[in-house]
């Protein structure tokens, strides 16, 4: 069974930066994309970044030039580096990972709070 686990949300003033992990803990077998999807209060959840094996494929257009979406080596992690942070940017942060053929075949991570306040 494949889990996801997310780290580094937490309170960052408005301008600053916070680095988001995603361990993927089991295997996967076969092409999957990597990606970030964020859920604001009252709002549907978000597609943020999306990570294909060729590279970064997809930024949100409010996060474009601020994010920045990798991952390791080993391939067992996906980040999202986030830069000049907006109170708008104040969501819970999910990582999921889904098969690029059988799109129904996807896993999510519980997520992580980013707030962004002074």
């Not at 294909?52 to 996060?63: E, I, R």
Request: net charge neutral; aromatic share 12%; proline share 3%.
């Amino acid at each position: 069974q494949v889990q996801l686990v997310e780290s580094g949300g937490g309170l960052v003033q408005p301008g600053g930066s916070a680095r988001l992990s995603c361990e993927i803990f089991g295997d996967l077998f076969g092409s999957y994309t990597r990606n970030w999807y964020r859920q604001a209060p009252g709002q549907h959840r978000e597609l943020v970044a999306v990570l294909a094996d060729v590279g970064p494929f997809y930024y949100a257009d409010s996060v474009k030039g601020r994010f920045t979406i990798s991952r390791d080596n080993d391939k067992h992690a996906i980040y999202l580096q986030m830069n000049d942070l907006k109170p708008e940017d104040t969501a819970v942060y999910y990582c999921n990972v889904r098969h690029t053929i059988t799109r129904a075949l996807e896993y999510w991570g519980h997520g992580t709070q980013v707030t962004v306040s002074s």
